[in-house]
T-cell receptor
Framework: GENVEQHPSTLSVQEGDSAVIKCTYS??????FPWYKQELGKRPQLIID?????GEKKDQRIAVTLNKTAKHFSLHITETQPEDSAVYFC????????????FGTGTSLTVIP | EADIYQTPRYLVIGTGKKITLECSQT?????MYWYQQDPGMELHLIHY???????EKGDLSSESTVSRIRTEHFPLTLESARPSHTSQYLC????????????FGPGTRLTVL
C-alpha cells in the first residue's frame, strides 16, 4: 500500500518569512495530493490540492509543487501570518480506485509575531 | 447546507460502557471514513465504507464496529469502552470520483474514565 512521509514534524518561522513542508509518497499510482490545515480544536480543512497532470498550483500565499519522478510534493506558504499557525497534513490518493486517503503524520507550524 | 454532522460533540463515559458515535452527511457522498486522532497528532484510519452495505477495516479497527445501512449515515460503535479509547473521533466523506477531496466532520471528543 501507499506510504506517505512528511517533514518536518514541527516548524517555527518569524512572521513574514516563508514556510515549506515536504511529503514523499511510495506508490506511483497515486495522482491526487491534497493538503489540509487543522487549527486547534477544529476539523482538518482542505487548503489546496494538486493533481498529477500539473507540476505547481498557487492560491494567493499558498502554493504546492509536485515532482512525480521523485515522488515528492511540497507546500509553500509565503509571507506567513500568525493565523497560519496550525497543524498541516499532506495526503495521497489514487484517482481511479481512490477509496483511501493516505495521510502524512502532520507538521505543527508556529508563526512567531 | 451540505455538511457532515457528528453527535455527540463531547462524551464522558465510564469503562465498560457500550457507546455509539453518530455521523451523518448531506453531501451525497458514497465513501465515508472514521479516524481516531489525539489532538494535533496523526490521523489513524479505523473503518471505511465505499457505499451501502460495504465496510472495511482500517489500521486501528479492533474493538469497534461500523454499519452502513443508509448512504448518509455511518455510526461507529465501541462495544466496551476503555481509557485507551480516550481520543477525538473524526468522521469524513468523499465523492465517488477519485480526485474528489475528503471532507471532515467536527469530531467527537471521547473521554473514558
Amino acid at each position: 500500500g501507499e506510504n506517505v512521509e512528511q517533514h518536518p514534524s514541527t516548524l517555527s518561522v518569524q512572521e513574514g518569512d516563508s514556510a515549506v513542508i515536504k511529503c514523499t509518497y511510495s506508490d506511483s499510482a497515486s495522482n491526487y495530493f491534497p493538503w489540509y490545515k487543522q487549527e486547534l480544536g477544529k476539523r482538518p480543512q482542505l487548503i489546496i490540492d494538486i493533481r498529477s497532470n500539473v507540476g505547481e498550483k498557487k492560491d494567493q500565499r499558498i502554493a504546492v509543487t509536485l515532482n512525480k519522478t521523485a515522488k515528492h510534493f511540497s507546500l509553500h506558504i509565503t509571507e506567513t501570518q500568525p493565523e497560519d499557525s496550525a497543524v498541516y497534513f499532506c495526503a495521497a490518493s489514487e484517482a481511479n480506485t481512490g477509496n483511501q486517503f493516505y495521510f502524512g503524520t502532520g507538521t505543527s507550524l508556529t508563526v512567531i509575531p | 447546507e451540505a455538511d457532515i454532522y457528528q453527535t455527540p460533540r463531547y462524551l464522558v463515559i465510564g469503562t465498560g460502557k457500550k457507546i455509539t458515535l453518530e455521523c451523518s452527511q448531506t453531501m451525497g457522498h458514497d465513501k465515508m471514513y472514521w479516524y481516531q486522532q489525539d489532538p494535533g497528532m496523526e490521523l489513524h484510519l479505523i473503518h471505511y465504507s465505499y457505499g451501502v452495505n460495504s465496510t472495511e477495516k482500517g489500521d486501528l479497527s479492533s474493538e469497534s464496529t461500523v454499519s452502513r445501512i443508509r448512504t448518509e449515515h455511518f455510526p461507529l460503535t465501541l462495544e466496551s469502552a476503555r481509557p485507551s479509547h480516550t481520543s477525538q473521533y473524526l468522521c469524513a466523506s468523499r465523492g465517488s470520483w477519485g480526485t474528489d477531496t475528503q471532507y471532515f466532520g467536527p469530531g467527537t471528543r471521547l473521554t473514558v474514565l
